[in-house]
């Protein structure tokens, strides 16, 4: 059975250890704070006073269980008061040589039976546990910022630890209301191992001048439905933080991923740590402030620079799901379209499903009944490849194989108008492959539109080396006029989003091939420690083991890392006919 901790330390009161002894205080726990002096005492206190404040005013706390709370944390100075604690957990800045004087000074204070528990989120617990006289009862006790609101807890134990200590921690995490995953002592552990990858990758991209801040981080929240675009969290963690421990993760793994960009070195020399110094990637109107306001990075306006050429009539190549919801979009938004089947019963059926999806909207009330056959009227279904003739603008939206895609290409090249732009919508060929088959690679540009196309907001608008300026401008002002948000990038294998999700799922494989942790612990961590919407292997079974495969091979072929080499036991899967929800079987069954 495990114990029950009377009286729990916390050591060190900056945000993240006033929050954890905040979250202790509510379960109804003595706690004593310990900071370096009276001034760092006093902003500890101040920040529970203002964080129960605001759970007061939430309606989350009552104001009589704000005062118990309150009078139930005691705040020092001196370690010497832990003498009666139970359980203490370190939560200063991330140095091993500071965690590891900590402790020592910990081992002279506390009874022998006491657990000490480091909240680091990326050194070694090991290495910290062996300052003490007592490396059995030392844990990891990772919480995720802010403590009082994140549930998710990492308890990291060492080769040393004792299975009781494991047992009592874990009662302990879950009296607080946390949801606990037990793990080894591995730097980043899990949340920050695939997390500060991602991170890491997005910076490269921006360092390179791939794509911009704002475009990096819309692709994310808008292609992903990430909480936070990478630039934007990494001010907010704090880049001297992130830098640590992503210099704590290289030396263990030695991944060139995981090596800090040098671009993050230089802006922490500088004194560009984030939101904490008031600059960052972006620039804020205070320090620890989360405005952003305008700075010389800063976007001018959204009117584009170039002229763009005039679009009133769009073609749709495909009778998919992708080129029947971008066919509906553009016809929502007042277009003429004309979308090409191969057969005169594949049009009907595209036609079928455009219908079906706006009478779901009809039902919804989001549409009336005489918008919907007006967008009805505004779409013709063709066979004959020569009813493009016409269009000023077509989407080519079939079979994402490049043979079939410059086929389409090389016969659009002969029969639509001069002057008309030509797109894909491809997720992970070369755009200029495409364009190459044609006589026009000027008119030729990429627009990857994401499913389902009428929902999703985001369309990476792709520029080849050989593409107008007028026809990218021309692409990202149609993309505006359908309500999509255009984030621009270059030619090369994932554009944004996929470049960045594929390698941190792939991480993900590895981690669970490694038998580190299981596939429900890390979906566990990822979703409830940092906020995204689903665990990496829930959405390798969405998006289908054998299309992630590809898109991961498509990777590794353009930038021969090793690190981003598929994943083993991801081909094997798709080997064995594994390929997610589609067949019923991938990283989980399903009936």
Known sequence: MAREFGCVG????????????????????????????ADSVARAR??????????VAGGKLDAEARTALLDRITFTTSLADLAEADLVIEAIPESLELKARVFTELEQVCRPDVILASNTSSLSVTEIGVHTGRPGKVVGLHFFNPAPVLRFVEIVRTVVTEPDVITDVVAFARRLGKEPVVIGDRAGFIANALLFGYLNHAVSMYESRYASREDLDAAMRLGCGYPMGPLALLDLIGLDT?????????????NRLHAPAPILRQMITAGLLGRKSGRGFYTYDNVDSPTVVPDALTPTSNVEQSSTREVNRVGVVGTGTMATGIAEVFARNGFDVVLRARSAERAESAVDTVRRSLDRQVVKGRLSEQARDSVLARLRAVVELDELADCDLVIEAVAEELSVKQAVFGALDEVVKPGAVLATTTSSLPVIECAAATSRPADVVGLHFFNPAPVMKLVEVVSTIAVAEDVVATAREVCRRVGKHPVHCADRAGFIVNALLFPYLNDAVKMLEAHYADAEDIDTAMKVGCGLPMGPFELLDVVGLDVSLAIERTL??????AGLAPAPLLEHLVTAGRLGRKTGKGFRDYR
């Open 556 to 561: 590794y072929y353009e930038f021969r890392d």
């Open 10 to 37: 916390v050591v060190g009161l900056g945000t993240m250890g006033a929050g954890i002894a905040e979250v202790v205080a509510r379960t109804g726990i003595r706690v004593i704070g310990v900071e370096l002096d």
């Open 46 to 55: 101040d920040h529970v006073e203002h964080s129960t404040e605001r759970a």
């Open 242 to 254: 992130a830098y640590e421990i992503l210099e704590t993760m290289y030396r263990q793994s030695r």
